[in-house]
Protein backbone atom coordinates (compact mmCIF):
# COMPACT_ATOMS: atom_id res chain seq x y z
CA UNK A 1 0.00 0.00 0.00
CA UNK A 2 1.23 3.27 -0.96
CA UNK A 3 -0.35 6.20 1.52
CA UNK A 4 -0.11 10.34 -0.49
CA UNK A 5 -0.28 13.42 1.33
CA UNK A 6 -0.45 16.46 -0.61
CA UNK A 7 0.18 20.54 0.51
CA UNK A 8 0.84 23.42 -0.41
CA UNK A 9 -2.57 24.67 -2.42
CA UNK A 10 -3.77 28.54 -1.50
CA UNK A 11 -5.08 31.32 -3.23
CA UNK A 12 -2.87 33.23 -5.78
CA UNK A 13 -3.45 36.16 -8.28
CA UNK A 14 -3.03 35.55 -11.80
CA UNK A 15 0.50 35.51 -12.83
CA UNK A 16 1.66 34.27 -9.69
CA UNK A 17 3.07 30.78 -8.15
CA UNK A 18 2.51 28.20 -6.47
CA UNK A 19 4.67 24.90 -5.27
CA UNK A 20 2.61 21.80 -4.41
CA UNK A 21 4.30 18.77 -2.50
CA UNK A 22 3.67 15.40 -1.96
CA UNK A 23 4.96 13.11 0.23
CA UNK A 24 4.38 8.85 -0.31
CA UNK A 25 4.94 6.49 2.52
CA UNK A 26 4.32 2.75 2.82
CA UNK A 27 5.59 0.60 -0.19
CA UNK A 28 6.95 3.36 -2.13
CA UNK A 29 9.29 1.20 -3.75
CA UNK A 30 6.67 0.00 -5.86
CA UNK A 31 5.82 2.53 -7.41
CA UNK A 32 6.26 3.63 -11.32
CA UNK A 33 4.87 6.73 -12.03
CA UNK A 34 3.50 9.55 -9.60
CA UNK A 35 2.01 12.82 -10.67
CA UNK A 36 -0.73 15.32 -10.38
CA UNK A 37 -4.28 15.68 -11.85
CA UNK A 38 -7.01 18.51 -10.89
CA UNK A 39 -10.52 18.55 -11.00
CA UNK A 40 -12.43 22.10 -11.31
CA UNK A 41 -16.24 22.27 -10.32
CA UNK A 42 -18.64 20.63 -12.80
CA UNK A 43 -15.70 19.25 -14.86
CA UNK A 44 -13.93 15.62 -14.68
CA UNK A 45 -10.78 15.00 -13.42
CA UNK A 46 -8.02 15.67 -15.79
CA UNK A 47 -4.48 15.09 -16.14
CA UNK A 48 -1.41 17.90 -15.34
CA UNK A 49 1.97 15.99 -15.01
CA UNK A 50 3.22 12.92 -14.25
CA UNK A 51 6.93 11.90 -13.35
CA UNK A 52 7.98 8.06 -14.26
CA UNK A 53 10.94 5.94 -13.23
CA UNK A 54 12.97 3.54 -15.45
CA UNK A 55 13.24 0.11 -13.91
CA UNK A 56 15.80 0.61 -11.97
CA UNK A 57 15.13 3.78 -10.54
CA UNK A 58 18.13 5.67 -12.14
CA UNK A 59 16.17 7.70 -14.82
CA UNK A 60 13.00 9.49 -14.97
CA UNK A 61 10.98 11.09 -17.46
CA UNK A 62 8.28 13.46 -17.52
CA UNK A 63 5.04 14.05 -19.19
CA UNK A 64 2.75 17.17 -18.89
CA UNK A 65 -0.79 18.29 -19.87
CA UNK A 66 -0.21 20.84 -23.09
CA UNK A 67 -2.48 23.32 -20.66
CA UNK A 68 0.38 23.43 -18.36
CA UNK A 69 3.33 22.87 -21.19
CA UNK A 70 6.16 26.01 -20.04
CA UNK A 71 4.50 26.83 -16.97
CA UNK A 72 4.27 24.12 -14.48
CA UNK A 73 7.25 21.96 -13.70
CA UNK A 74 7.43 18.05 -11.76
CA UNK A 75 10.28 16.76 -10.06
CA UNK A 76 10.98 14.37 -7.31
CA UNK A 77 13.95 13.39 -4.79
CA UNK A 78 15.51 10.50 -5.56
CA UNK A 79 13.81 8.28 -3.15
CA UNK A 80 10.20 8.35 -4.88
CA UNK A 81 9.24 9.76 -1.43
CA UNK A 82 8.08 13.19 -2.47
CA UNK A 83 7.01 14.79 -5.66
CA UNK A 84 6.38 18.48 -6.27
CA UNK A 85 4.51 20.23 -8.43
CA UNK A 86 5.78 23.81 -9.22
CA UNK A 87 2.92 25.96 -10.76
CA UNK A 88 4.10 29.24 -12.73
CA UNK A 89 2.71 32.02 -14.54
CA UNK A 90 -0.75 30.82 -13.10
CA UNK A 91 -4.22 31.61 -14.68
CA UNK A 92 -7.80 31.29 -13.40
CA UNK A 93 -8.42 28.45 -15.10
CA UNK A 94 -5.79 26.40 -13.43
CA UNK A 95 -8.27 26.50 -10.16
CA UNK A 96 -8.96 23.13 -9.27
CA UNK A 97 -8.50 20.26 -6.54
CA UNK A 98 -5.65 19.24 -7.26
CA UNK A 99 -4.68 15.10 -6.54
CA UNK A 100 -1.60 13.31 -6.35
CA UNK A 101 -1.60 10.24 -7.65
CA UNK A 102 0.65 7.44 -8.00
CA UNK A 103 0.50 3.97 -10.25
CA UNK A 104 2.11 0.47 -10.05
CA UNK A 105 1.49 -0.34 -13.53
CA UNK A 106 -0.27 1.45 -16.52
CA UNK A 107 -1.03 4.40 -18.85
CA UNK A 108 0.70 7.87 -17.38
CA UNK A 109 -2.32 9.79 -18.87
CA UNK A 110 -5.41 7.56 -17.35
CA UNK A 111 -6.67 8.50 -14.39
CA UNK A 112 -8.01 4.64 -13.97
CA UNK A 113 -4.33 3.41 -13.93
CA UNK A 114 -3.67 5.09 -10.99
CA UNK A 115 -4.30 3.05 -7.96
CA UNK A 116 -3.66 5.50 -5.20
CA UNK A 117 -4.78 9.25 -4.65
CA UNK A 118 -3.95 12.02 -2.23
CA UNK A 119 -7.29 13.56 -0.72
CA UNK A 120 -6.65 16.64 -2.89
CA UNK A 121 -5.30 20.35 -2.11
CA UNK A 122 -7.74 23.63 -3.13
CA UNK A 123 -5.90 25.70 -5.60
CA UNK A 124 -7.40 28.99 -6.59
CA UNK A 125 -5.99 31.70 -8.89
CA UNK A 126 -8.26 35.41 -8.72
CA UNK A 127 -8.29 37.29 -11.72
Known amino acids: QVQLVESGGGLVQAGGSLRLSCAAS????????MGWFRQAPGKEREFVAT????????????YYADSVKGRFTISSDNAKITVYLQMNSLKPEDTAVYYC????????????????WGQGTQVTVSS
Open 26 to 33: GSTFSIYH
Open 101 to 116: AAARRGSVWNSKDYGY
Open 51 to 62: IQWSGDGTTYYT
